[in-house]
């Protein structure tokens, strides 16, 4: 990871958990394992775009974004 950053989450809200410390123990990344994506992440991803992990981040979210913006426009249809 390429932490640039100083501080970080200190106390989490309920329901979520830390899924990602950099070397010193600073919380980089954390998650709701209630909900289908809602993730937090302190780095920069978009600065390690060949990296195929942060790649994964990336086509992750449009994927549910994607779907989301389907089950949107079912649910419109519905009501039409």
Do not use: C, K
């Not at 779907?67 to 079912?74: C, K, V």
Request: aromatic share 4%.
């Amino acid at each position: 990871m390429n932490a640039l950053h100083h501080q970080s989450v200190d106390r989490l809200g309920d329901g979520l958990r830390v899924v990602a410390r950099e070397r010193a123990g600073v919380v980089q990344g954390i998650e709701a394992a209630a909900h289908p994506f809602l993730v937090g992440v302190q780095w920069h991803p978009e600065y390690l775009i060949t990296d195929s992990r942060q790649q994964n981040l990336f086509r992750t979210l449009v994927s549910v974004a994607a779907g989301l913006g389907e089950a949107a426009r079912g649910r419109a249809a519905a009501l039409a």
